[in-house]
C-alpha cells in the first residue's frame, strides 16, 4: 500500500516536470490539438493558456495537481473536455482486453512447444524453434504487425485491417503480440525444461520405475513452471510496450493510443492519469505474479 | 490423459473470440464504411464540429458550393440591410433536431454565441450581436459591412445542435443537430455509428441508411482497408499508398485540387530578408517542379502563384508564373550587397548568410521539403539550417521576433472565402502565419474593402490587385499546392468531393446495383 502511494507520487511529480521540459509551447500544443494548427494564432493559446492558468508559478500546478490526486481526482482531459478517470477507465479496458488476448494464446503455445522442444535438446524441434524464435523476437512488432495485415487482411481478405467493432477486430493485433510473447516465452520454457531434466530428482524418478510421461508430469511441469510463470508476469509489463505500437497500427482505442495522443498534445491531466493507471498496474503485477510463484513454489513461502 | 487436456486447450482456444467477444449491433442493412485519420476529439463544435458537418450530422446556417459560394443551409435567405450593418437570415421551415424538437432562431443563436466565445473564426468576424426576433429569424449585427459573413457562417464550429445537447453548465453532452443522419452510437474518440433521419426536410431523402465512421490513424492501415474494400470511403492517403491503389485497380481513387498552399514565410524585418529583392531571390531558387514530382508524387501542384486553381476566384490567370533561375537569383543577392565566398556561402562584410527555417513534422511531407529546399538555397549560396520541431514554434517565433524562416502548409478553405483568413495573416502588424515585418498598406485596403463588398467586378478587381501584390512583393512565399486523394469503393455510387472539405455528401451517395 505504502509502495503504491510514493509509485503515485514519485511517477506524477515526474510527468509533470517532463512534460513542462517538453519543447514548444504548451498553450499552443494544447489549442493545436482542440482546435486544429491550422486555426491556432497567438490569441487562441493566449484563452488556453488563461482558462487552464499556465502562467501560474510552476510549484502552484504542481501542488493543485498533487492535491487533487490525494482526493482521488484525476481532473478533465484538455483536449476532449471529459473526466480522465472515465476516459483511461475506457481505454485502459481495450488495452487490458488486447493484453488478455496476446497472452492467453501466447502462454500456452509458447511454454508449450518450449516443452516438447525441451524434452528432445538438439531435435529439429528445438532447433527449428530457435530459428523461428529468433526471427520473430528480432522482428519489431510494428513489421510484423504490418505483414500480418498484408496478408491476412489485404492479400486474403480473412480478417478486417483495424478495429471495426466486430469480435474478428481482435484477432490480428492479439496475434501480432502473441507472436512475439510465444517466441520469447517458449525459448524459456525449453531452458527450464532442460534444466528440470538433467537435475537428479528426474533421472531418480525414472530410475524409481515411472514411465517418461508420468516422470514429466510430476516432476518437471511444476519445476519448469516457476521461471515461465516470473516470465510470463514481466512479459506482460513488456506488453505495453508492443502494445503502443500495435494500438496505432491496427486503431485498437487503448491506452498506448491515448497516452501517446495526449503526450503531442500536453494534454497534462490525460499524462499523468495514464501513466499512474500504469505503474500502479506494475506493481499489482508485481504481487500477483510473487504470489503465484509462492503457490507453486513452496520453498518460496515464508 | 494429455490426449483429452489438449482436446480441452484445444476447444478452448477456439471458443476464445466468443469469450471476448463484446456486444455486436445486429446490422439489418449494410453501412458505408467511412474511414479518416480525423478523430473525435470533443463533442464541442468549436473543436470537432466540422466531423458533425462532414457527416451531415449537424448543419450550419449555410453551405457553400464547389466555387465557395454561399448555398442553403439550415437558413434559406440571407439579407444584407440597408445599412449593411446586420444580416437578417430566415431559417428553414419545418426543420427538425433529431429529438424532434423544431429549429428555432433560440437554438441558433445559442449556438453562434458560444461559437463567438471560443477560438475559431467566426470569433474573430466584427459581430456585435446575434438576436432572434421570431421563431424563424435570425438578425446578426457587425459594426462594420461584412459581406462575408455567409463564409462564416459555413465554417463546421457553427454548427447548430439542439437544446438538449447542451447539460446546465453549457458544456455539449450530446451532438443532436439538424442533418440527414443522427448518431446511434459513438465511441470517442475512434467510432461513432449514424444512421438516416427521416424527419429532414433540407432536400432529396438518403439512399444509404447507415453509416460507420471509424479513426484509423496510420495511413497504410488506411490503405489496406481501401485495398481489401473493408472500407468505402477512405480519405487522406499517402502518396506511396496512393500508388498501390491506382496500380490495383480495385477501388476508384479520385483526387480533388484544395485551397491549401504549402508557403514559406520570412521574417521581412530581419537584416537578410528585408530586401524584396533578397526574397525573390529566395523564390527564384527554390526548385518548385521537383518538390511537387518527387515529394507530392504530382508535378501540378507545382505553385505558379499564391492561390492554385482550386480557389478559383482568387487564382489570377495573368500572373507571371514563379519559377526557377538561379543565375537571376545569384545576380539579384549580388545587388544586395552578398558576394560569395571562400566555401560557396554568401558573405556580406563578415556576416554570412546563415539563417533557421523552422518547420513541424504533423505534415510528413513538410520536414522532407525543408530538406530539398535546403539544398536549393545552397546552390545560391544560402546557408539555410532546418529545424524540425513543434508547429507552435512559428507563432511564438512571429511574436518574439525570433523566426527567420518557416515552412508550413497554410489552408485557404478554413472559410469559404479565404479572404477572413488573408486579413488575418496580412494585418498590418503581420500575422501568425503570415507576413513578419512586412505590410503594405495597399494590400491592407484592398482587403478590408473585400470583405465589405458584394459587388462582383469590384471583388474582382480587389483579389487581382491582392494577389498581385503579394507576387510581387514576396513576404511569404508560395511553394505548393495540395490536392486530397480519396478512395471510392466501386460499390458505392453518386459520389461527389467537395474541394473545400465542408461535407462528405453523403446523403446524395447510393449503392451500385
Known sequence: MLQAVLVAVLVGTLCFLLLRALPGDMAFRIAASRYGYDLVDARAA???????????????????WLLALLRGDLGISLVSNSRVATEI?????????????????????????????????????????????????????????????LLLAGWLGWLPASDDGTPAGIILPALTLALGLAAASSRIAR????????????????????????????????????????????????????????????AWPGIGHAVVDAVLARDVPMVQGAVLALALGFVALNALTDMAVALLDPRRRE | MERRSLLATATSLLAMPAILSRPVKAQATVALKVVTPWEISSLEPSRAGYIFARMQVAETLIGADDGGLPRRGLATTWIMSEDRLSWRLTLRDGALFHDGTPVTAEAAATALRRAKAQPGPFATAPVTAIEAPDARTLVIRTSQPLAALPSFLA?????????????????????????????????????????????????????????????????????????????????????????????????????????????????????????????????????????????????????????????????????????????????????????????????????????????????????????????????????????????????AGHRDGTLEMALFSRSFSILPDPVGTLVVDFAATGGDWGAMGWSDPALVAALAQLTATSDPAERARLRAQAATILQDQMPVIPVAWYDNSVAISRRLSGVTLDPLELSYRIADMGWTG
Not at chain 1, 493566449?46 to 508559478?57: K, T, Y
Open chain 1, 46 to 64: 493566449a484563452m488556453v493558456r488563461a482558462e487552464l492558468g499556465l502562467d501560474r508559478p510552476l510549484l502552484a500546478q504542481l501542488g493543485t
Open chain 1, 89 to 149: 477507465a475506457h481505454s485502459l479496458g481495450a488495452t487490458l482486453l488486447l493484453a488478455l488476448a496476446a497472452m492467453l494464446p501466447a502462454a500456452v503455445i509458447g511454454p508449450a512447444l518450449g516443452l516438447l522442444a525441451g524434452l528432445r535438446p538438439g531435435g529439429t524441434a528445438d532447433r527449428a524453434g530457435l530459428v523461428i524464435a529468433a526471427v520473430l523476437r528480432a522482428l519489431p512488432s510494428f513489421a510484423v504487425g504490418v505483414g500480418l495485415m
Open chain 1, 191 to 250: 531452458d527450464a525444461t532442460v534444466a528440470a531434466v538433467n537435475a537428479p530428482h528426474f533421472a531418480f524418478a525414472r530410475l524409481k520405475g515411472l514411465s517418461p510421461a508420468q516422470a514429466v508430469r510430476r516432476h518437471v511441469l511444476r519445476n519448469a513452471a516457476v521461471p515461465v510463470v516470473a516470465y510470463l508476469g514481466l512479459q506482460f509489463a513488456l506488453l505495453i510496450e508492443g502494445v503502443v505500437v500495435v494500438e496505432a497500427l491496427f
Open chain 2, 155 to 395: 465554417h463546421g464550429g457553427t454548427v447548430i445542435l439542439a437544446p438538449a445537447s447542451y447539460d446546465e453548465a453549457g458544456a455539449v453532452r450530446r451532438v443532436i443537430g439538424s442533418g440527414p443522419y443522427r448518431i446511434v452510437g459513438i465511441d470517442a474518440p475512434l467510432r461513432m455509428e449514424l444512421e438516416r433521419f427521416d424527419g429532414w426536410n433540407g432536400g432529396k431523402r438518403a439512399a444509404i441508411e447507415r453509416v460507420s465512421y471509424q479513426v484509423v490513424p496510420r495511413a497504410e492501415t488506411r490503405t489496406v482497408m481501401a485495398e481489401s474494400g473493408q472500407a468505402d470511403l477512405v480519405f487522406v492517403l499517402d502518396p506511396p499508398g496512393q500508388d498501390r491503389l491506382r496500380r490495383g485497380r480495385r477501388v476508384e481513387l479520385r483526387t480533388v485540387p484544395i485551397a491549401r498552399t504549402q508557403m514559406i514565410k520570412l521574417n521581412a524585418g530581419s537584416p537578410f530578408f528585408k530586401d524584396v529583392r533578397a526574397r525573390r531571390a529566395v523564390s527564384l531558387l527554390v526548385d518548385r517542379a521537383g518538390i511537387a514530382t518527387a515529394i507530392l508524387r504530382n508535378p501540378d501542384l507545382a505553385a505558379t502563384q499564391m492561390f492554385a486553381p482550386a480557389a478559383a476566384e482568387w487564382h489570377v490567370p495573368g500572373l507571371a508564373p514563379l519559377g526557377r533561375d538561379v543565375p537571376a537569383a545569384r545576380r539579384l543577392l549580388a545587388e544586395c550587397g552578398w558576394t560569395p565566398g571562400p566555401d560557396g556561402i554568401l558573405l556580406r562584410g563578415d556576416k554570412p548568410f546563415r539563417v533557421t527555417l523552422r518547420t513541424f513534422s504533423d505534415r510528413p511531407e513538410l520536414p522532407v521539403a525543408a530538406a530539398a529546399l535546403q539544398e536549393n538555397l545552397r546552390e545560391g549560396g544560402i546557408d539555410m539550417q532546418v529545424s524540425v520541431a513543434n508547429s507552435s514554434e512559428i507563432p
